[in-house]
């Protein structure tokens, strides 16, 4: 057979379009668990923790696997895998994403509405993810969803306590002082 340059080109994408599918299939074998190698497990260990969807958790873990959050609760009874990663944050807290800031919501005599704390965090956090149809995957620190949260050095809700570190789906992507 000879070559020329349509042929050539045919051939390649075909190669192309093969070596694409194949790497696609070793991903969805990945993802779905029937790849030999497993995603690391991280315990998140923290002084408090904000789930959002029922009460703070004091002394508390938050268990995270290839980006979703396997387990949160306290840490005298959420056991963590003996193959897990532990990053101990110390006397930090844990909290989602702040989903939406344009807020004007103060949790205690401001200038805007005043609102119980609780009902302050969902106003940042899992009702603006329920508006706009992300709060099954985001919004609450809730088995199941992606491992997106802030560590902060206290209550995430004082405008003088910004986080200290940043997670997206159980990544570090930010550090207090970064600069890009």
């Excluded at 959420?78 to 944050?89: F, G, K, L, N, W």
Aim: with cysteine; aromatic share 4%.
């Amino acid at each position: 057979m000879r070559l020329t340059a349509p042929t050539t080109l045919l051939t390649l994408c075909a190669l192309a379009t093969a070596s694409g599918s194949i790497h696609a299939q070793a991903g969805i074998n990945a993802a779905s668990g029937s790849s030999k190698r497993k995603a690391p497990i991280t315990g998140h260990l923290a002084r408090r923790l904000l789930p959002v969807d029922r009460a703070a958790i004091d002394g508390a873990v938050l268990i995270e696997q290839a980006g979703r959050i396997l387990a949160v609760g306290p840490r005298k009874t959420t056991t963590i895998p003996p193959e897990a990663t532990v990053v101990d944050h110390g006397n930090n807290w844990l909290s989602p994403y702040f989903v939406d800031l344009h807020h004007h919501v103060s949790c205690g005599g401001g200038n805007d509405i005043s609102l119980p704390y609780e009902a302050a965090l969902a106003a940042f956090t899992i009702v603006p993810a329920r508006q706009i149809g992300l709060d099954d995957r985001v919004g609450s620190l809730t088995v199941g969803k992606h491992a997106d949260f802030l560590v902060t050095a206290g209550d995430p809700l004082d405008p003088r306590v910004p986080p200290s570190l940043v997670y997206t789906e159980g990544q570090l992507i930010h550090r207090l002082g970064d600069v890009r």
